[in-house]
C-alpha cells in the first residue's frame, strides 16, 4: 500500500511539473537574460574578470591615439 501511495505521489508531481513548464513563457525567459551578455557573448557578472580585460587593452591602444 506504501508503494501504491508513493508512485501515485510520484505522477502527481510528474504532471504538476509538466503542466507547469507548458506554461513557462521561455522567449520572455530568454530576452530577459539577453541583457546580462555582451555583443560578443560574455555574460557581464561572470565574465567580468575578462571584460576588464578587454576594456584596459582598449584604452591602452587608444591612448596614443589621442596624445597625436
Not at 557573448?41 to 584596459?56: A, E, F, N, P, S
Request: net charge negative; with cysteine.
Amino acid at each position: 500500500m506504501a508503494a501504491f501511495i508513493i508512485l501515485l505521489l510520484f505522477c502527481l508531481v510528474s504532471v504538476a511539473g509538466g503542466y507547469a513548464l507548458r506554461r513557462v513563457d521561455w522567449q520572455a525567459i530568454e530576452r530577459d537574460n539577453e541583457r546580462y551578455y555582451t555583443s560578443d557573448g560574455y555574460h557581464v557578472y561572470y565574465d567580468r574578470k575578462i571584460l576588464r580585460r578587454l576594456r584596459d587593452k582598449e584604452q591602452e591602444t587608444q591612448e596614443p591615439n589621442d596624445e597625436n
